[in-house]
């Protein structure tokens, strides 16, 4: 590699790939080299559990941050919402791209919404946090299981292993498949995990020739947005394993309002609790002390209760 050359390493499933070419497409218009490094990660091998139980989504980060460590790459783009909220020493989240649409969608082959799903539908997903919410909405549905990549789950739905999926509405239409969504949550409806239709680029703390090309791609709003999300996660311990909603959303009057929700990690049908706050948000302090107290109106509630086996 010559000193003009920028590895990306990334995941190697079809939307990883576009993700991290997006980015390189970005930085090489920057007058930059870039090449891709393309890895298989644990989480991609590990099909047959739910992430809550085999380590969280940290899982599909982890060979791209040894690659990183050892040289043989310099920076990786994650799906934001796939990164662990304390990232290991030496690393930082170096830039947030502008968001994509970060609603969660509906798809199905034969049903146009959630309503007209028959009683005992059987929905496929592997997020807790959408299993609380959907079982909040429909107590009758079956919830099953549904890992592998974008590809992976559309076929199983395609298949007839399930009347219906819920996936990120950003990943389908970065790939051009916003035609397969029958219906659209609202954010209020459902409300997004942390981080979810944001991109996030991920370098040694220490790579200070890369830190000027990517300050330039950052989205101020959206990282600002996503910190104040993920700030809630971060005060209430932080693991992949909570069944947790955070999305923030900017006003006309420029203030942000974070809406969050928690259900029960293993009692889905309990109650969800919710809280939403909003403030005046112009850095990263503020946004993550919007956050916190969004993290504290849902530990008034129950929260460290909710939360005691995870």
């Known amino acids: 590699m010559t000193t003009q050359e920028f590895v990306i390493a990334t995941r190697e499933s079809r939307l990883a790939l576009w993700q991290a070419e997006h980015v ?10 870039v090449r891709l490094l393309g890895m298989t990660t644990r989480g991609d091998q590990i099909l047959d559990k739910t992430l809550s139980k085999v380590g969280g989504k940290g899982l599909f980060v982890k060979e791209l941050e040894t690659a990183i460590e050892d040289g043989r790459a ?13 990232l290991p020493e030496g690393f930082v989240l170096a830039a947030v791209l502008e968001r994509e649409d970060p609603r969660d969608a509906l798809v199905s082959t034969r049903f146009d919404s959630l309503d007209a799903l028959p009683r005992g539908a059987r929905v496929g997903t592997s997020s807790l946090r959408r299993v609380t919410q959907l079982k909040s909405r429909r107590p009758d549905l079956v919830i099953e299981p549904l890992r592998g990549n974008l590809d992976t789950r559309l076929r199983k739905l395609d298949e007839g292993q399930h009347d219906a999926i819920v996936l990120a509405a950003a990943g389908l239409k970065r790939l051009g498949l916003d035609g397969r969504i029958r219906q659209y949550f609202g954010v209020d409806e459902m409300i997004p995990c942390a981080g979810q239709g944001a991109l996030g680029i991920e370098i040694r703390a220490d790579a200070a020739m890369l830190r000027p090309h990517l300050d330039a791609l950052a989205h101020r709003p959206t990282w600002l947005a996503t910190a ?16 947790l909603a955070a999305h923030a959303r900017w006003g006309a009057d420029g203030e942000l309002t974070l809406s969050t929700a928690l259900g029960h990690p293993i009692h889905p049908e309990r109650a969800l609790l919710t809280a939403s706050e909003r403030a005046a948000v112009a850095d990263t302090a503020a946004a993550e002390a919007l956050g916190r107290r969004a993290a504290a109106v849902l530990s008034a509630q129950g929260a460290d209760e909710y939360l005691k086996d995870v």
């Open 24 to 33: 390189q497409a970005l930085l090489r218009a920057r007058g930059l080299a």
């Open 74 to 86: 310099q920076l990786a783009v994650h799906s934001l919402k796939d990164v662990p909220m304390e």
């Open 228 to 243: 104040a999300e993920r700030a809630v996660s971060r005060a209430l311990g932080g693991s992949c394993s909570m069944p």
